[in-house]
């Protein structure tokens, strides 16, 4: 059993800033990519930021220059610096992965998601 388990979502005010960690347990052979996305209420879900293995990242283009995704391999973590935030940043943020219990066979997790709020 795989599990992706966020935390670090609150209630800042603009301007402020929030750091998410999301810690992959379970039977794991190897994670692929890892990453970040995000829904507001009546919105799609949307790409925040992804990062490989090799530490190679993309970014939405609405948070370049304020958003860094990180991740330990060696803690199966991945990370999301969020400064300058801005309230349409609100939204719940999910964590995602690419992740192998069995050697070449790579499955999608998600995390259940935590609340980032940003007041005016």
């Known amino acids: 059993q795989v599990q992706l388990v966020e935390s670090g979502g609150g209630l800042v005010q603009a301007g402020g800033s929030l750091r998410l960690s999301c810690a992959a347990s379970?039977?794991?052979?190897?994670?692929?990519?890892m990453g970040w996305y995000r829904q507001a209420p009546g919105k799609q879900r949307e790409l925040v930021a992804v990062?490989?293995?090799?530490?190679?990242?993309n970014n939405a283009d609405s948070v370049k220059g304020r958003f860094t995704i990180s991740r330990d391999n060696a803690k199966n973590t991945v990370y999301l610096q969020m400064n300058s935030l801005k309230p349409e940043d609100t939204a719940v943020y999910y964590c995602?992965?690419?992740?192998?219990?069995?050697?070449?066979?790579?499955?999608?997790?998600w995390g259940q998601g935590t609340q980032v709020t940003v007041s005016s």
């Open positions: 990062i490989t293995g090799r530490g190679t990242t």
């Open positions: 995602n992965a690419e992740i192998s219990v069995t050697p070449g066979v790579f499955r999608e997790y």
């Open positions: 379970g039977s794991i052979f190897s994670i692929n990519v």
